[in-house]
């Protein structure tokens, strides 16, 4: 199995970055190639045509590809609706990543058509992919009945509405879900009202193992939520909280909650939450008494000395 990587943003030397008729003659190439599993184009110059050929070798019964890496290319909403119908019969691809590409909302809404059909995918990144309120619930929705996904990114999206209602269908999916272990929600903008949602269906939740709510706009309100949760959850291993505004009494929930006999978390970052030294101190201290805690990230904060002495 060969991963051909052929990033254009190579930084120890000059490359030239792949066009569309660079992609049509690779992908003639990988037609009947049963030894390249992965192929990865990030920050290339691909673009709905270069997308429309590879579409085509993922509909071929003879492609071997198991990941395709198209991170921040100018793939737009045409490409990612030829890749969604492609995708609807393709039975190999594990992985696709599309972070970084301005699909938009319709784009989106094809690839969560795409879901309800395909089930063999197992992981997908779509963050900062210009994601509407529409499409970030559609995913949410279709997660509910899809039991093959494992990973999901669709951080950064566009989101212009203060309502959160996003958090209440994801929070429904959650509550369902029993295959999901990695879910990606940074800078969707969520508040304590947000995160009070997410809590309620993560609750019920026992497969995530993996949450990421960093740079968001979560408070202490909404820590003490996830604190609850953190308490009962026997699952989720590494949450991420960084650019938050958890400050010192969100680092003393989280604290009694690591200390928990029946929390347990392995990982945990904080970093730059205006978090002082008592708050520090008490993270610190939570660290020795908990059996899984093995990692906390905390800078960004005020390292002060007690808290560097201990």
């Not at 199995?1 to 008729?21: E, F, I």
């Not at 660079?22 to 709905?48: E, F, H, M, P, Q």
């Not at 909280?241 to 929390?263: F, H, K, Q, T």
Request: aromatic share 4%.
């Amino acid at each position: 199995n060969v991963a051909l990587k052929l990033t254009g943003n190579n930084q120890l030397r000059r490359v030239q970055r792949l066009d569309d008729k660079d992609v049509l003659a690779l992908s003639k190439c990988l037609i009947n190639n049963k030894c390249v599993t992965g192929l990865d184009v990030r920050y290339n110059n691909i673009t709905d045509e270069g997308v429309g050929h590879l579409a085509h070798l993922l509909q071929e019964a003879s492609s071997a590809l198991l990941s395709l890496d198209l991170m921040f290319n100018d793939i737009q909403t045409d490409g990612a609706e030829v890749l969604a119908k492609s995708l609807q019969r393709n039975s190999t691809l594990l992985s696709l990543r599309l972070s970084g590409n301005k699909i938009k909302n319709r784009g989106a809404m094809h690839l969560a058509s795409m879901l309800q059909v395909n089930n063999t995918l197992k992981e997908m990144e779509l963050a900062d992919c210009d994601l509407a309120t529409q499409s970030v619930i559609a995913f949410a929705i279709v997660l509910k009945s899809n039991k093959t996904l494992r990973s999901v990114n669709i951080s950064r999206p566009l989101l212009f509405s203060h309502q959160e209602e996003w958090a209440v269908h994801f929070s429904e999916m959650l509550a369902v879900n029993s295959s999901l272990v990695e879910l990606h929600l940074g800078k969707m903008g969520m508040t304590d009202t947000g995160m009070e949602r997410l809590t309620e269906g993560l609750r019920l939740n026992r497969s995530l193992r993996y949450l990421d709510l960093r740079c968001n706009r979560v408070t202490r309100d909404g820590v003490r939520q996830l604190a609850k949760v953190l308490k009962q959850n026997p699952t989720l291993e590494i949450i991420d909280l960084s650019s938050n505004r958890i400050e010192d009494d969100g680092a003393a929930y989280l604290s009694e909650a690591v200390a928990w006999p029946g929390c347990a978390l392995r990982e945990l970052s904080v970093t730059s939450n205006n978090i002082k030294t008592q708050g520090l101190l008490a993270l610190a201290q939570a660290m020795t008494e908990s059996t899984t805690l093995n990692h906390i990230y905390i800078w960004g904060n005020h390292l002060e000395e007690p808290v560097c002495q201990v």
